[in-house]
């Protein structure tokens, strides 16, 4: 069926047995799944049960290329993780660039599957079918970057691409993350602490396998329009990154700011973290991930004052979550926090959310230092933040609490409830929803809790459409549906979203890429696929209890902006409960989220999850 | 006459060389009426790489014909999500 695009096998290593097998994926797979996250979700429906508790032996972990991963075609770098997430206690997907995923592919395979759990700490060493354990009690306690250092000088000199944890994730942070070669990550729900789980501290792979391409003369001509597209289309995010929406969110007065306290601060108090300021000050070059000619890492180090010596390359959310969400209008600090949180292996995006908690209740008078080893966290105090950051990796102080996430704060101290913007137990990304309704649904809907990926990134579709505006309700059930959908298909073929668009891989998309790839014309598909996909996992999320309560807003997104563009706005039960209706009207679900029999039918998804 | 501020953000500020602008406009002008001025700054209204807000909202939220008036604050970045 296919001429390209896929290895057709799944290396599946049992790290109590330290047996490997080498499976074949068949092709119905790839054709109903395409790769990626919809293989991961297919995977985790068959053999991950619902009572399986994340952090123990019983849970496995998946890791899934698409058919375009290390494709010849440019930023052809993505790959997925799929397992049962701590930090929610559910079905986690998370995707990451880089070069594991195109190496991994060299090695022979499209799928990664380990399974069990080692007697000691070790790095699982993968070189084509070969597999090897470097055991040895001194992984313990490496930071990320040093453990990736200390596997690299143990191989031979070749084209190695490594996945390693921090010590949050030994010391089971529910949001630890897990780190992709030099810097990119698997960075949200808690994969770092299911690999920790296992006593996997690290992973190497490599290979001499050719990935067989269906028309490599076509692939040739679609890889040159590409990047010439791209070399004007996103010479922006080449200059600035994704840190320009600092700038933007807070004039469109969506800046998660001082704990969601606010949603906007005048120019002047929040230019220190702008892209501008990044570019100027701290810039140091730009980062590339695999075949990859945008180039939107911006390589940061700080060279003068208190934290001179830190470097990052600082996203978007990470600024936002451990700048203005802290009360941080200072570059280098959120640079230095970026740092640690990699060094650590933790989510920028739950540990902002999480401090920022903390920070709220020391102004509130509702926490004190004795209960966090003499520490004070105050809004906008750096070091104190690099210092909680530290609390958490270690379960030191209020750290012992932090370190559960939402979930398990909120089962600890319920009075702090009101303090966490979160759903399913997953954090806020930083858009505040209120100022963008479409927003506030992607997050209650997201297969993975509050995320502006895998939930749908609504702001520019509330922007620019004729048909509705962002404090509108009606249409966004059908914005994020289509969003969602989108999302998914991308997410299973192994390209960054960044470059997506000279593809044409949106609603649309035309059958060039794919057919040259695997020489099956998955074009007509795509969307139908993403929809298999979305109504896959929110069939594992209903087995795993998962209904329409759970699609729920935090308290704070019920009251309104206090102040900026967006004052005066929030979004209430009822206006989320006419937002749902909508959506799960468009997705054939009954009233309680659940798919209904007669839409699984509609996308042949009955004969795989039956 | 009527004065409107253009603020450009992100990457948009490397084609005006500027962070804002303030400019006069007929006073009878319509919301038809700005993509004119824009593509005569450097910017394509249509391009699925910029995205025009006026007063908070997609300026195609607006109707064609609402008169633009004194204070109008547009902004204009590029499309661009994630991080």
């Known amino acids: ?610 | 006459m009527a004065t409107i501020s253009i603020k450009f953000l992100g990457g948009m500020q490397t084609i005006t060389g500027k962070t804002s602008v303030q400019i006069s406009i007929d006073s009878d002008s319509q919301v038809k009426d700005l993509s004119d001025h824009l593509q005569s700054l450097g910017f394509d209204p249509e391009s699925s790489d910029t995205i025009v807000v006026l007063n908070g909202r997609g300026l195609g939220q607006w109707a064609p014909d609402r008169r633009i008036q004194d204070g109008d604050e547009l902004i204009v970045f590029p499309s661009i999500s994630g991080g």
Request: glycine share 10%; hydrophobic share 40%.
């Open chain 1, 1 to 610: 069926m296919f001429q390209g695009g896929y290895m057709g096998k799944l290396l599946r290593i049992n790290l109590t047995t330290r047996q490997h097998v080498i499976e074949d994926i068949v092709a119905k797979d790839f054709q109903y799944f395409l790769g990626g996250r919809g293989l991961g979700a297919l995977w985790y429906w068959r053999e991950i049960g619902a009572n399986v508790e994340p952090l123990t032996a019983e849970n496995k972990i998946g890791l899934f290329t698409g058919p375009l991963t290390g494709a010849p075609l440019v930023s052809t770098t993505k790959f997925q993780v799929a397992t049962k997430g701590p930090e929610t206690g559910h079905y986690l997907c998370s995707n990451s660039s880089g070069y594991f995923g195109p190496r991994l592919r060299q090695a022979g395979f499209d799928a990664l599957i380990l399974e069990g759990v080692c007697e000691q700490w070790t790095a699982v060493v993968v070189e084509n079918d070969t597999v090897q354990f470097i055991d040895d009690k001194s992984w313990q306690g490496l930071s990320t970057f040093e453990a990736r250092k200390k596997l690299l000088n143990q191989l031979p000199d070749q084209k190695w691409a490594t996945l390693c944890v921090g010590p949050a994730a030994e010391n089971g942070v529910v949001f630890s993350s897990i780190f992709v070669d030099d810097g990119r990550a698997f960075g949200r729900g808690g994969s770092g602490a299911v690999l920790a789980s296992k006593k996997v501290k690290a992973l190497a792979v490599r290979g001499d396998n050719t990935l067989p391409i269906a028309d490599a003369e076509k692939c040739k001509e679609i890889d040159k329009n590409a990047r010439k597209d791209l070399k004007t289309s996103r010479e922006k995010h080449r200059l600035l990154g994704t840190a320009q929406l600092v700038e933007i969110i807070n004039e469109l007065g969506c800046m998660p700011t001082l704990n969601f306290q606010h949603s906007w601060k005048p120019p002047e108090e929040v230019q220190g973290v702008y892209a501008q300021t990044l570019r100027k000050e701290y810039f140091e070059r730009n980062y590339a991930c695999f075949r990859c000619s945008v180039a939107c890492g911006q390589s940061a180090k700080v060279n003068l004052g208190e934290f001179a010596g830190a470097a990052s390359r600082p996203e978007y959310e990470s600024i936002g979550m451990l700048g203005p969400l802290c009360g941080l209008n200072r570059m280098d600090a959120v640079i230095a926090a970026d740092e640690v949180c990699n060094k650590l292996g933790m989510d920028t995006i739950t540990s902002g959310n999480l401090v920022a908690m903390v920070m709220e209740l020391f102004e509130k008078g509702m926490i004190s230092a004795d209960e966090n080893e003499g520490l004070k966290v105050h809004f906008g105090d750096g070091q104190a933040m690099l210092q909680m950051l530290q609390f958490i990796a270690e379960r030191r102080g209020l750290g012992k609490i932090i370190a559960n996430g939402a979930k398990g704060i909120i089962e600890a101290r319920p009075e702090w409830k009101a303090f966490i913007c979160h759903v399913k137990g997953l954090p806020f990304p930083a858009y505040d929803p209120r100022g963008f309704n479409g927003m506030g649904l992607a997050y209650a809907t997201s297969a993975r809790g509050a995320c502006h990926n895998v939930g749908g990134y609504t702001v520019s579709g509330e922007l620019l459409s004729d048909n509705y505006d962002r404090y509108a309700l009606k249409g966004k059930g059908e914005l994020v549906k289509s969003l969602q959908d989108n999302r998914a298909y991308v997410d299973s073929l192994g390209i960054c979203t960044v470059v997506r668009g000279a593809y044409g891989f949106g609603t649309s998309p035309p059958p060039d890429t794919l057919l040259a790839v695997t020489g099956y014309d998955f074009a007509p598909h795509l969307m139908i696929i993403g929809e298999r996909i979305s109504n896959l996992e929110r069939s594992i999320l209903v087995r795993e209890g998962i209904d329409r309560k759970d699609d729920d807003l935090p308290p704070r997104m019920k009251e309104p902006i206090p102040d900026g563009p967006a004052s005066g706005h929030f979004i209430s039960d009822e206006m989320l409960n006419e937002m749902l209706d909508e959506y799960y009207g468009l997705r054939g679900w009954d009233q309680n989220g659940k798919p209904m029999p007669k839409i699984l039918e509609r996308l042949e998804l009955k004969e795989f999850i039956s």
